[in-house]
């Protein structure tokens, strides 16, 4: 039977008082992940609901694996298309985002105080203050800075204004009923399979997969784009002008633009690692986005997000005095700041990968790519593939850096930690 309760997961006896501020996938795995432990988690959202957008979200085993033991499997099996492999110790799935997010609020709810409505204008690390645009106040133990990608406690841990930097590109995310799909016989290969595709091309790529049981396909279309930080994330996008930035790509490409009955358009942004995730104060800490935003070219920026969660909640699974908080904050960014670093590294070297220019680069990719697949397919018939498919421009077929990233625990690095290092921290 699934439980949300790991069978090692202690109890604090004294509780801290967490304000999580951003209440988002990460935002909400943590309140789940420390209200568990035993602390007391207060939630503080500046939109006037919970609510995700119309687009697909991949799971990667990494991910699966902790949605899986804090109890989601069942609510994952009904959500999801079928499994793309379990290679990695965890199934990969593709699910809807705003299905994930409802599974991660019912799960956290018990855990937590919600308040909406609810905009931080002003923290004081000092006094473990928030102040809300409304002029209320919130104080706490540990303060959660889980606000996203143009994170305002963000500026207040690094003591000057930071912003994200818009990378030139954004995205298209659209839904398509694969009942229309199936209507043509030549998209009928993009469903049957369950498989996620990818095209690649200069400057732009696409990548689409099934949803909702194959009731629905999504499809995720990257290209150049003037859009600046102001702009808004997922707002209507105009149908037409995706068509015509997508102009020319094989027929399937072409015969799916024509049956989008509208799209959503998302800019993406991005920032350098952090020099630090804490305040200097030790009592003000980021969270997902907010200290490591991810392109989407690895999908991975929800499953760090989470991760970063379940870290938080083994680190702080005990009874926790007031001076032992900086000492298991810095544990969290040491163990989390390497592995987040190297996933922001690998999405930006996708983004070169997925679109080069036409010329000789982009050739030696298609022969990377076409090897690896090759020798991928030849492992799944069971005849020798001495040259495997490591070091292959695909990092989707990469299987020895796929283990790294999707085959990681990371309730089980925390606790490893725990065993080794929690001796040293001081005690009063």
């Known amino acids: 039977m699934e439980s949300s309760q790991s069978a090692d997961q202690s109890k604090a006896a004294a509780p801290l008082h967490f304000l999580v501020v951003g209440c988002g996938l990460g935002g909400l795995a943590a309140a789940f992940c420390l209200g568990r432990a035993g602390h007391k988690v207060t939630v503080l959202e500046s939109a006037p609901k919970i609510s995700e957008v119309g687009a697909g979200i991949q799971i990667s085993p990494n991910l699966s694996r902790l949605l899986i033991r804090w109890g989601l499997g069942d609510d994952l099996r009904r959500a999801a298309g079928e499994n793309m492999d379990r290679d990695y110790g965890a199934p990969y799935l593709h699910i809807h985002r705003a299905d ?7 799960l956290a709810t018990p855990y937590m105080t919600l308040h909406l409505n609810s905009r931080v ?7 473990g203050r928030v102040t809300l645009t409304s002029g209320k106040t919130f104080e706490g133990d540990v303060i959660i800075g889980a606000d996203g990608v143009k994170s305002m406690i963000r500026s207040v841990v690094l003591g000057r204004p930071d912003k994200p930097l818009p990378t030139g590109d954004a995205a298209y995310r659209a839904i398509i009923p694969i009942s229309e799909m199936l209507k043509d016989e030549g998209l009928k290969s993009l469903v049957d399979g369950h498989e996620m595709t990818s095209w690649v091309g200069p400057g732009r790529h696409i990548v689409g997969y099934v949803l909702k049981g194959a009731t629905q396909y999504n499809l995720v279309m990257a290209h150049p784009t003037t859009v600046g930080l102001e702009e808004e994330y997922d707002v209507e996008a105009s149908v037409q002008k995706m068509r015509e930035d997508f102009k020319g790509w094989e027929p399937r490409i072409e015969k799916l633009m024509a049956i ?12 350098d690692p952090l020099d630090t995730w804490i305040h200097p104060t030790g009592n003000v800490v ?6 490591h935003p991810m392109l989407p070219y690895r999908a991975q920026g929800s499953a760090m997000a989470i991760e970063d969660a379940a870290v938080l909640g083994v680190l702080f699974s005990r009874s926790v005095a007031p001076h032992e908080v900086r000492p298991l904050l810095e544990a969290y960014q040491a163990l989390r700041y390497p592995r987040t670093t190297e996933t922001q590294l690998a999405a930006r070297s996708n983004k070169h990968v997925f679109q ?11 022969v990377s790519m076409r090897k690896a697949m090759e020798n991928a397919l030849r492992e799944e018939r069971g005849e020798p593939a001495p040259e495997g498919t490591a070091g292959t421009a695909n990092s989707w077929a990469d299987r020895a850096r796929n283990w790294s990233q999707y085959g990681y625990d990371a309730e089980e690095a925390a606790r490893e930690w725990c065993a080794t290092n929690e001796p040293e921290i001081p005690r009063r």
């Open 100 to 106: 994930l997010l409802d599974m991660l609020f019912k």
């Open 121 to 127: 204008v002003s923290l004081e690390p000092n006094l």
């Open 260 to 271: 989008i009955p509208s799209t959503l358009i998302w800019p993406l942004f991005d920032r």
């Open 286 to 291: 980021l969270l997902g986005d907010a200290c």
């Open 356 to 366: 080069i220019p036409d010329g000789p680069e982009q050739e030696a990719r298609d």
